[in-house]
């Protein structure tokens, strides 16, 4: 796992497919507002059934995930003045989670599929981004 930092704040956390631990391994800190993990257990694993309850959460900034199902894509990163500074590939089976300062995709293979999560809701694209 490598975690990408600038000016004090995390830009983006990288879990490649080769992190992976078994059990419950969490890959945010509990401070950002979005919170991913990752899951591995054997056959017959029970985990206990469970309701979220309803809490108010004050969220200042949409945060996003990325996980590549199939194919890759290179991420451009920028600080919080629009400033590029660094850019990796992820493939097949990485996932990164993208926090503060800004981020631009470019597709590498046909049939490259993505899942996005980030927190919500969602308003519009006018509230929600800045593009450059």
């Not at 995390?10 to 078994?22: A, F, H, L, M, V």
């Not at 990752?38 to 206990?48: E, I, T």
């Not at 993505?114 to 308003?123: M, S, Y």
Request: negative net charge; contains cysteine.
């Amino acid at each position: 796992m490598q975690t990408i930092n600038r000016d004090g704040k995390i830009i983006c956390i990288i879990y490649r497919d080769d992190d992976w631990k078994e059990g419950l391994n969490f890959i945010t800190p509990d401070s950002l507002f979005v919170q991913v993990g990752s899951w591995w257990y054997n056959k017959d694993k029970k985990l206990d059934a469970h309701i979220h309850k309803d809490f108010d959460r004050t969220a200042s900034r949409t945060m996003e995930m990325t996980y590549i199902k199939n194919g890759s894509m290179k991420v451009d990163l920028y600080d919080e003045n629009q400033i590029s500074f660094d850019s990796f590939i992820l493939k097949k089976g990485d996932l990164a989670v993208f926090a503060y300062g800004g981020h631009g995709y470019t597709i590498l293979e046909d049939d490259t599929k993505i899942i996005e999560a980030k927190n919500g809701p969602f308003i519009d694209v006018e509230t929600d981004k800045n593009k450059f």
